[in-house]
């Protein structure tokens, strides 16, 4: 898999490990990322990764709420 490489300045009180977890949490949030290549981008386990963006109200899973109701009416 080709990689980008992206460099930019960080205010003092941001972390480049925070901004990294932000930065891979929010590509797994829109699904530009899978789980794992999120996890690994933050620099995280997969399981600490999934505590990390559970405690940022970000889900694990994404179900359609419609799927879910439809699949509940079968």
């Known amino acids: ?8 300045e960080l205010p003092a009180n941001v972390s480049s490990d925070e901004a990294r977890l932000f930065l891979a949490a929010k590509l797994y ?6 789980l794992g290549k999120a996890a690994q981008l933050s620099g995280y386990s997969k399981s600490t990764f999934i505590e990390l963006i559970g405690k940022m109200g970000i889900p694990v899973i994404n179900y359609p709420a419609e799927d879910l109701e439809r699949e509940s009416n079968l």
């Open 29 to 34: 949030e829109v699904g530009k990322l899978s």
């Open 1 to 8: 898999m080709l990689m980008n490489n992206l460099s930019i």
